[in-house]
T-cell receptor
Framework: DGGITQSPKYLFRKEGQNVTLSCEQN?????MYWYRQDPGQGLRLIYY???????QKGDIAEGYSVSREKKESFPLTVTSAQKNPTAFYLC????????????FGPGTRLTVT | GQQVMQIPQYQHVQEGEDFTTYCNSS?????IQWYKQRPGGHPVFLIQ?????EVKKQKRLTFQFGEAKKNSSLHITATQTTDVGTYFC????????????FGKGTKLTVNP
């Protein structure tokens, strides 16, 4: 069953803790993306990667970090430096660049108190 | 910077009424994509338009790409409760198409 998996679906953390969100795909896609979604804000790009061991900052990268050690995996770490980390985080992948459709995972809803 | 604007932000209709959302880009786009996100769910790709003036239909949904390739619309005929969700348009980033620029979406609610 091909697709993108994100785990967990819900995540709760205390303020000041780093937390890593998982994203795995078995679609053999080269490109992977992380978005943050807040009510009324649409999708805001955090980081993206088009090849293993390479990634670029998106529009709101501050307070986040990523790695791309394997083609299938693109984990996102929300650090304690992120001022408002509570949000819905979506991972996506595509066969290439913006000329191709993106496939989204089910998302992780992170709550930091 | 490059912007993709969508209007309206919210739309509430009675079941059976038609619905249209509009997407306007600050730059010419090589293609435009539409996604639907059901409440509590994740965005799902609906369609991609590439040609100037292109019109595509999916059952009750009609998608148009403007002649200047800077605007697009999604029209739903005779809405159903299953149409509820947020509809996003997106176009490739002008700086090299490495990523998509998404509009903020139009949230559709349907009263049965």
């Amino acid at each position: 069953d091909g697709g993108i998996t994100q785990s967990p679906k819900y995540l709760f953390r205390k303020e000041g803790q780093n937390v890593t969100l998982s994203c795995e795909q078995n679609l053999n896609h080269d490109a992977m993306y992380w978005y943050r979604q807040d009510p009324g804000q649409g999708l805001r790009l955090i980081y993206y990667s088009h090849i293993v061991n390479d990634f670029q900052k998106g529009d709101i990268a501050e307070g986040y970090s990523v790695s791309r050690e394997k083609k299938e995996s693109f984990p996102l770490t929300v650090t304690s430096a992120q001022k408002n980390p509570t949000a819905f985080y979506l991972c996506a992948s595509s066969n290439g660049n913006g000329l191709y459709e993106q496939y989204f995972g089910p998302g992780t809803r992170l709550t930091v108190t | 910077g490059q912007q993709v604007m969508q209007i309206p932000q919210y739309q509430h209709v009675q079941e059976g009424e038609d619905f249209t959302t509009y997407c306007n880009s600050s730059t010419t786009l090589s293609n435009i994509q539409w996604y639907k996100q059901r409440p509590g769910g994740h965005p799902v790709f609906l369609i991609q338009l590439v040609k100037s003036g292109e019109v595509k239909k999916q059952k009750r949904l009609t998608f148009q790409f403007g002649e200047a390739k800077k605007n697009s619309s999604l029209h739903i005929t005779a809405t159903q409760t299953t149409d509820v969700g947020t509809y996003f348009c997106a176009g490739p980033w002008k700086g090299g198409s490495e990523k998509l620029v998404f509009g903020k979406g139009t949230k559709l609610t349907v009263n049965p």
